[in-house]
T-cell receptor, first 113, second 114 residues
Framework: GNSVTQMEGPVTLSEEAFLTINCTYT??????LFWYVQYPGEGLQLLLK?????DKGSNKGFEATYRKETTSFHLEKGSVQVSDSAVYFC????????????FGQGTRLTINP | GAGVSQSPSNKVTEKGKDVELRCDPI?????LYWYRQSLGQGLEFLIY????????KSGLPSDRFSAERTGGSVSTLTIQRTQQEDSAVYLC????????????FGDGTRLSIL
């Protein structure tokens, strides 16, 4: 079946550190890939997406590149801020059928000043 | 409002009671999804609506769970004879139509079964 695996959290970093959250997927076919973020007390928000191999999604200083050869979509940011503290979810979605999202387990990120 | 609205935001009920959760999607969004976020299982798909019909109910965990959508807008998720394992945050999302449009999520309903 289709699935997404994220690096286990929680992840704690100091402000201005470099961030990587690993995400790999298993899928039959070529899904679109997403990162969603859930800030404390808020709902899930789309952070970035990529719809085909070698596409790079970017937003708010975060980037992720769709790597078909390694079935990965790792999230990176060069210099994190306290306001980036949140739970991050990697997800895949196929363009046919219900287009339901298949999520990873989430990674809790805490940034200390 | 402009976003997906869910109510109630919190619900505490006794085991064995029925509960109804409501989702008001973004106006004009034809696709509507219910997901469940629980500690042990992460974020799981429950059901998908396109208009008023539900072509994919594959994520509903048991026959105690049902959902309907009327007028192509508001949806209700009903859980009958609640069990403690039903405790979770129930999330609703909507999107404009098929064709790889992003899903917009509500803030969820936190359901606690005593």
């Amino acid at each position: 079946g289709n699935s997404v695996t994220q690096m286990e959290g929680p992840v704690t970093l100091s402000e201005e550190a470099f961030l990587t959250i690993n995400c790999t997927y298993t899928a039959t076919g070529y899904p679109s890939l997403f990162w969603y973020v859930q800030y404390p007390g808020e709902g899930l928000q789309l952070l970035l997406k990529a719809t085909k191999a070698d596409d790079k999604g970017s937003n708010k200083g975060f980037e992720a590149t769709y790597r078909k050869e390694t079935t990965s979509f790792h999230l990176e940011k060069g210099s994190v801020q306290v306001s980036d503290s949140a739970v991050y979810f990697c997800a895949l979605q196929f363009s046919q059928g219900a287009q339901k999202l298949v999520f990873g387990q989430g990674t809790r990120l805490t940034i200390n000043p | 409002g402009a976003g997906v609205s869910q109510s109630p935001s919190n619900k505490v009920t006794e085991k064995g009671k029925d509960v109804e959760l409501r989702c008001d999607p973004i106006s004009g969004h034809t696709a509507l999804y219910w997901y469940r976020q629980s500690l042990g299982q992460g974020l799981e798909f429950l059901i998908y609506f396109q208009g008023n019909s539900a072509p994919d109910k594959s994520g509903l965990p048991s026959d105690r769970f049902s959902a309907e959508r009327t007028g192509g807008s508001v949806s209700t998720l009903t859980i009958q004879r609640t069990q403690q394992e039903d405790s979770a945050v129930y999330l609703c999302a909507s999107s404009p139509s098929l064709g790889n449009q992003p899903q917009h999520f509500g803030d969820g309903t936190r359901l606690s079964i005593l």
